[in-house]
């Protein structure tokens, strides 16, 4: 087994994988990005299996990345949100999603159009609007389904 630590790695990106370079940790903070705060909500987007989830919830919450806090229409159950530490991860994801698009997309396109909400203009790999040429920050950006999306995912299914 791969140990998930680098201990003699004095660099912030070792530092940094200890955290969201885990598999699936990265999918539940996009998740968490386009909407979703809850366990099951999480289990079914990804299929992943719920005691690697827990785990990954857990170590989310405990670095700070997520905050578990009540769901006041499900009392008793949690729902996860992003905490500001959380929300600092957006142009990553954002570049990795650009970086995915440019040399894995499919011929129809990307899954997925990073919007500025705003004005509705493309955010390049810069992180720049094409239209309005502002930097906007994580919640002024609109993750919809774009040509490369399953047909279920673009009709809204």
């Not at 729902?79 to 011929?107: F, N, Q, S």
Request: proline content about 10%.
């Amino acid at each position: 087994m791969l140990q998930r630590d680098y201990p003699d790695q004095v660099c912030s990106i070792a530092r940094s994988l200890e955290i969201v370079g885990e598999r699936w940790t990265m999918l539940i903070v996009r998740d968490t990005f386009l909407g979703l705060t809850r366990f099951e909500e999480f289990q079914e987007s990804l299929g992943i299996a719920s005691n690697v989830l827990t785990n990954r919830l857990k170590l989310l919450c405990d670095e700070e990345v997520l905050e578990r806090v009540p769901d006041p229409l499900r009392p008793g159950r949690p729902k996860y949100v992003l905490t500001d530490k959380g929300r600092e991860l957006a142009p990553a994801l954002i570049m990795l999603m650009k970086w995915g698009d440019r040399h894995y997309a499919t011929a129809n396109g990307p899954p997925r159009l990073t919007l500025h909400a705003g004005c509705g203009g493309n955010i390049g790999p810069d992180l720049r609007c094409d239209r309005c040429g502002k930097h906007p920050a994580p919640g002024e950006i609109e993750l919809p389904p774009g040509p490369g999306a399953p047909r279920a995912k673009r009709a809204g299914r």
